[in-house]
T-cell receptor
Framework: DGGITQSPKYLFRKEGQNVTLSCEQN?????MYWYRQDPGQGLRLIYY???????QKGDIAEGYSVSREKKESFPLTVTSAQKNPTAFYLC???????????????FGSGTRLTVV | GDSVTQMEGPVTLSEEAFLTINCTYT??????LFWYVQYPGEGLQLLLK?????DKGSNKGFEATYRKETTSFHLEKGSVQVSDSAVYFC???????????FGKGTKLSVKP
């Protein structure tokens, strides 16, 4: 079955460390997204990519970096410059602009990152 | 720019009560509209969608009608269950890049 996989499910980071969250999809979707969700809050867009080797900053890109070397993969690195990284991170993918029954995002199950 | 406003929660209901979660939007053109549901500790799942005015999306007893005249897409269910306890997000997809724009989410708690 096609889907989007995030790993790990739980991740612990020490102060000053960089960590990378994995997101892989086998849906043949062109666009991929990273969101951050804080407790009781909505979703905030970190980065997105509409095509391989290209990506754009979202609303809260500072302290994060991404790459899109393959269509299937869109890893997110949380750098030491991100001062408050504890949050739930969600990855999503879609075919941009597709309306009708297949339009909309597919989400992964999330990674919970905690600073220790 | 495009935006989505949904009622703030939390919403607490007894089992078998009627549910309405209000959602209104601002957008140019004719966006597609969505409701997503997030169960505790999980990602978001598509609940229902509508792509043009007067369309009704429905799934698992939930319904929402795309009302262009009132720019609304309210979520309703006639009889909620404890298993419906979750956070519900209204969203629109518009513009040339097709990015989803989310409301802030409404937490629903259903008591037995």
């Amino acid at each position: 079955d096609g889907g989007i996989t995030q790993s790990p499910k739980y991740l612990f980071r020490k102060e000053g460390q960089n960590v990378t969250l994995s997101c892989e999809q086998n849906l043949n979707h062109d666009a991929m997204y990273w969101y951050r969700q804080d407790p009781g809050q909505g979703l905030r867009l970190i980065y997105y990519s509409q095509i391989v080797n290209d990506f754009q900053k979202g609303d809260i890109a500072e302290g994060y970096s991404v790459s899109r070397e393959k269509k299937e993969s869109f890893p997110l690195t949380v750098t030491s410059a991100q001062k408050n990284p504890t949050a739930f991170y969600l990855c999503a993918s879609t075919i941009p602009g597709l309306r009708g029954p297949l339009g909309g995002y597919t989400f992964g199950s999330g990674t919970r990152l905690t600073v220790v | 720019g495009d935006s989505v406003t949904q009622m703030e929660g939390p919403v607490t209901l007894s089992e078998e009560a009627f549910l309405t979660i209000n959602c209104t939007y601002t957008a140019t053109g004719y966006p597609s509209l969505f409701w997503y549901v997030q169960y505790p500790g999980e990602g978001l799942q598509l609940l229902l969608k509508a792509t043009k005015a007067d369309d009704k999306g429905s799934n698992k007893g939930f319904e929402a009608t795309y009302r262009k005249e009132t720019t609304s897409f309210h979520l309703e269910k006639g009889s909620v269950q404890v298993s419906d306890s979750a956070v519900y997000f209204c969203a629109l997809m518009g513009g040339s890049q097709g990015n989803l724009i989310f409301g802030k989410g409404t937490k629903l708690s259903v008591k037995p």
